[in-house]
């Protein structure tokens, strides 16, 4: 069997220090809730989630395939018990337009998340982006630039009535920190998994890159998994099981910047992005420029002040930030391409080197769903792989396991995998694909998932011949594994043989060499993923 595993339309169409248990380095310090204020903002950001609910519904049963309309029914009811994930207070045509600062919401898929007969979830292995935070240092910086000029702007000289707001708006940030809905993301997330697949048990496993924001995400969402009050200071909260170290010199399947040819010679990303601004920027830049006299804004200053719609929603406990309709929405799904371009060319299938980054992490994988030893030379560190302590496998491993990462990382993991790879690559001047597969937003939005289940059948179902397979799901939707033929397309599920041959990919070292100068063409890196190329078309 060829190494190929893909996915049709997923979505429906609109130094060195390893600590086991112990403390990650010291986080940046944060402004600590009063408990009586953490209760009302979840309280506030839990109300606001079931106000956006209905409009959220009503917006995906308008975009629903035909023939569908049962399956959603069986979606909604099979998740209905489940705790609600926080979320923004938009409209849908924006909060799921943010890119990479949209809020975690469930993906509407065309497969069902139903098992077959017979079927049940033997082990998970979670794959879960940080929550939502404030800008990093440099985007920060880029909007206080931007806020700087529109300071210059007269009350009384705002023409548009709407944009009132300008000239004393204001925005407060701590570099790269959790905001408080992103706690709540992490920690209902854990409450999630635990209700969803109880019958698992409680022990767990849990291992985060050693970076402030997820260290943090992982204790939240092991709080909640462990059924632990989320009303406590965060130096009260539970441990993640393993921080694994970061850095150019470090092994980390979940924080790869060990990439020496990446970083010299690659910045297609930058780049895709660039070529893509003067294709909607522009009217924008012109529009506000009348409507704001004295501000002189450039074509830069408006994404700054777009991502300022998803970051200032976060840091509200998810209160719709008024930047959030100052842009229309075509405007809003430009600028989730805009995002989407940069992503995919700098750390997916428009990077040669992203997908190598991404094997150990797929290897690691590998080595759960069969107990075995991890076989990898890329990213990982052979040290932890080989420590029990550090790497549990085997019949008394925990079933639960879970793994907390930034949106680049796991971005470069789901390349490695071969999984949701467009037909060809994105256009960088448009137009935007109507089956575009790579959404920043529905796949590495704040708070992000990705789970990939171990799923035994007896054999007195539909499926004598294998007991184990492999199951997808981001964000709640199964993603297609055509290669597994009818089994696949129906259930999104690949047996457990198939699956591992499919990943002969990372398996085979991932082309990780060329990160140190061997430089193979992007379709033969492409063409060893093998995500296999079929007609993307909408049901």
Known sequence: MSSHLSSTNFFKSPAIEVKVRGSPTKPEAHKQIPKESRRTVRNRVVAAALLTAASILYFQTQYQPLGLESLQVELGAAQSNLPILPAYGLDP????????YSARYTVPGNISSSLPIGCKVSMINVLQRHGARYPTNGTGEEIKVTLEKLKKVQAQDVIEPSLKFVSTFDYSFIPEQLVEFGRL?????????????????????????NKPRIVESSQ???QGFEGKPFDVAQHNLVKADLTIPIGKHARNPLNMEKCPTQEKKDSSGDQAKKDWLPFFVPNI???????LPGAFLEDSDIINLMNLCGFDTAAKDGKASPWCSVFTDDEWKSYEYYHDLEKYYANSYGSIYAPSLGAGWVNELLARLTDKPV????????????????????????RVFADFSSDNSIMKIIAALGILRDHDNLPRKGPIPSSQQMVVSKVVPFAGSMVVEKITCSARTAYPLQRDYVRILINDAAVPLLSCGTRGRTFGMCSLDAFIESQAFARGGGN???????????????QEIGAEIVALSSP
Request: charged fraction near 20%.
């Open 93 to 100: 045509s924006i909060a799921h337009n943010l890119g990479p």
């Open 185 to 209: 993301q992490s920690y209902v997330s854990g409450q999630i998994i635990a209700k969803k697949y109880s019958s698992l048990g409680s022990r767990n496993f849990v291992r985060a890159a």
């Open 220 to 222: 939240w969402w092991k």
């Open 285 to 291: 830049t012109g529009r506000l420029n009348r409507y």
């Open 375 to 398: 076989e990898d030379h890329t990213t990982t560190d052979p040290d932890l792989d080989k420590n029990p302590d550090s790497f549990p496998i085997g019949s008394d491993a925990p």
């Open 512 to 526: 990780f060499e060329l990160c140190f100068g061997k430089r193979p063409s992007t379709s033969q890196v492409h």
